[in-house]
């Protein structure tokens, strides 16, 4: 591996940016919980690094913007995916939606249904989540470490539920339009339900903290 940029640390993960077989990639490598047994610990991150990569990959053949997985190395607890060049969608959401913040809700709407018809969920979609490519202004997924295989109803619920909850908290001016705009790109075929079930799990949680 050449120089590389160490690009974030996390509590789950260290990101790297090199290069590598002449390719700008990716390095994610999942740290060691110390409070765990170590073989537990091991397992644990081995299947993680395993299922992320399958949930970027799967996406990635199926079309959609995920980055292209180059290696995956489960001895060493490492994912290695093409670098996306760009900024994260939440440097677009500011106070007023611009024309291009609009472009991008819609296709991160599309997106979205698309990703759960094809059975995944993407478990964290945050507005830090997302990169946003500059050159075409494409919406572009990462960080599926959370995700999984999943087609219930409950999970595509919540996973939506997710990005709302973080418009609300992270770009309270805009929050409303945003999810609006997102929402009413979203396609799937149970979508009536699916947006019904968010309702109900909302008064659940209202509920639980006794707002209503
Ligand atoms: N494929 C990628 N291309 C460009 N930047 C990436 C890529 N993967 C991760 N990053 C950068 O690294 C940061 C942390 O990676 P992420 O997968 O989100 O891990 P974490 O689970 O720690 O949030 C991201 O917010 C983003 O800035
Ligand atoms: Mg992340």
């Known amino acids: 591996m050449n120089s590389s940029t160490k690009i974030a640390h996390c509590a789950e993960a260290i990101v790297y940016r090199t290069s590598w077989h002449n390719h700008d990639v990716c390095v994610k490598y999942r740290i060691p919980k110390r409070y765990r047994v170590a073989s537990l610990d091991d397992h644990l991150r081995q299947a993680r690094t395993a299922q992320e990569a399958k949930l970027i990959a799967r996406a990635n053949e199926a ?5 292209f997985i180059r290696e995956i190395d489960l001895t060493n607890f490492i994912i290695v995916m093409d670098w996306i060049s760009g900024k994260p969608l939440k440097d677009y959401l500011l106070d007023h939606l611009s ?18 018809q094809l059975g995944i969920i993407h478990g964290d979609l945050t507005s830090s989540n997302c990169i946003i490519n500059t050159d075409d202004l494409s919406p572009w997924l990462i960080d599926f470490g959370l995700g999984k295989f999943s087609v219930s109803i409950e999970d595509q619920a919540v996973d939506l539920l ?47 903290k006794g707002l209503n």
């Open 63 to 67: 079309g959609l913007n995920t980055p």
């Open 99 to 116: 024309f291009e913040a609009k472009q991008l809700l819609f296709q991160l709407g599309v997106t979205m249904g698309s990703l759960h």
């Open 162 to 208: 997710v990005f709302k909850k973080t418009l609300k908290s992270t770009h309270v001016m805009i929050a409303e339009e945003a999810w609006n705009i997102f929402i009413g790109e979203y396609s799937h075929p149970k979508k009536e339900e699916i947006l019904t079930r968010i309702n109900t799990i909302e008064q659940r949680v209202r509920h639980s």
